[in-house]
């Protein structure tokens, strides 16, 4: 890929599994700051969905990984990407360390998430990270280079964590991976309360859509929405999908049916009622989505 292999320096394992949020020693002195917590109903969970999905082997396969972990919507370079700076292997990746990086994933705050990504980058966090090995994971990842990443090297070719986040913080959306860990793609969770509806049942019980439908939905609506080029689901997203068949001149009306609080962009929800309607629901409410 590029990227540097296995240098982020994640907590420990023991620390990810801490219930409690104290303040945690991590490995390699990266994110000190990480309070992240993990309940035991939660890691025995896991452990054993593990053991289904791997065997007698305590190690997880990067196909496996990436379908059962990350989900079809995860670009497969962002995938290759996580899986190799989560420890993977060609052997696969360790239990512990698909715990550390879950905890990541799911509990971490953006200053986290930012240090992770600069660890891509670069072998510590005291050190600099060049210019030429940012722009050439990025051309990996994405084919180009944003242009707001000259922002960040206005002072040389050499950049310190501290300047990386600013400059990252400021442009979350800059590249897949970061538009994917800090603006709200991360559909991974460690949460399963069977006795709480889940979100897809949620939805399902407010649409004529089945859960099955919602789940698959998602998965598309989260690879199409990389794909912007704002990285939202906006109008220029938008028209593409639906014209034709509807004529250009509908197309625009009909985004602003499905965006009901008015924000120039359709998130999961809106999208989820707005094919309910329009696909599956009673003949008044699809007349009502023509008006």
């Known amino acids: 890929m590029g990227a540097k292999e296995s240098r982020i320096g994640f907590l420990s394992y023991d620390e990810a599994v801490k219930r409690a949020s104290l303040g945690c020693s991590l490995v390699q002195n990266v994110w000190r700051n990480a309070c992240w917590a993990i309940t035991d109903v939660e890691l025995k969970r ?20 990436n379908r059962e972990v990350l989900g079809d919507g995860v670009p497969h370079k962002v995938a290759e990407v996580i899986y190799t700076s989560f420890g993977g292997l060609s052997k696969g990746l360790h239990f512990n360390n698909l715990i550390v990086g879950l905890v990541l994933l799911t509990r971490g705050r953006d200053e986290e998430k930012a240090k992770y990504l600069f660890s891509l980058f670069a072998s510590d966090l005291s050190g600099h990270a060049a210019r030429e090995d940012i722009e050439a994971v990025l051309k990996v990842l994405d084919g180009e280079v944003p242009t707001s990443l000259k922002k960040c090297f ?11 986040r600013n400059w990252l913080l400021q442009n979350k959306e800059a590249f897949t991976l970061s538009r994917w860990l800090l603006s709200g793609g991360v559909c991974v969770t ?8 889940t979100f897809y049942q949620t939805l399902a019980g407010v649409t004529h859509l089945e859960e099955t439908d919602i789940i698959d939905l ?16 906006d109008l220029e997203t938008f028209v593409p999908l639906v014209s034709p068949p509807i004529h250009a001149s509908l197309s625009e009306g009909l985004f602003h049916a499905f965006d009901e609080n008015r924000d120039n962009h359709i998130d999961f929800k809106e999208i989820s009622c707005g094919l309910s309607a329009c696909c599956r629901g009673p003949v008044a409410e699809r007349q009502k989505c023509n008006q």
């Open 218 to 233: 998602e998965k598309r609506y989260w690879l199409l929405k990389a794909q912007s080029r704002t990285g939202r689901f």
């Open 190 to 197: 460690l949460t399963d309360d069977s006795d709480t509806p």
């Open 154 to 164: 206005s002072e040389g070719d050499k950049v310190s964590y501290e300047r990386f």
């Open 46 to 65: 896991l452990k054993d969905a593990f053991k289904r999905t791997s065997g007698l082997t305590y190690y997880m396969t990067q196909q496996c990984f």
